[in-house]
């Protein structure tokens, strides 16, 4: 999923859950096709890159609309529940590779000074 967005083989893995959460209670003007919106903030949260660096091709969407997705699924408690399903999957089938995890941390200089009470 580098520059090309999610392989048809991923799709069919993501389609289900996806499907189940976009399509429900939704009134108003047409919604924005869901495939590119996943393939920016998979993309965003895979890089670490900021949203404005997102490709800009017709397999990803504006990265305004990725960001709204994003912040509807958090706060519905979809995405959670979305990753865990793909971790999921992922052990099944084997595609976690140990040797390849990283962790990145942000760390903050303490100052030494003492607040008044």
């Known amino acids: 999923m580098s520059k090309q ?3 048809e083989e991923q799709f069919k893995i993501l389609e289900p859950q996806m499907e189940k959460w976009v399509n429900r209670n939704h009134y108003g003007r047409k919604l924005a096709p869901w495939r ?4 920016t903030i998979f993309w965003v949260l895979r890089t670490g890159a900021p949203w404005k660096d997102a490709p800009r091709n017709k ?4 990265p305004s609309t990725a960001h709204a997705w994003l912040g509807r699924m958090q706060s519905a408690g979809f ?10 999957i992922a052990e099944q089938l084997g595609c976690i590779d140990a040797q390849r995890l990283s962790v990145d941390g942000f760390f903050f200089q303490r100052t030494r000074r003492r607040r008044a009470c």
């Open 79 to 88: 995405l959670d529940q979305f990753l865990e399903e793909l971790l999921k």
């Open 59 to 62: 397999e990803f969407s504006h």
């Open 5 to 7: 967005g999610l392989n």
């Open 36 to 39: 590119p919106v996943v393939n």
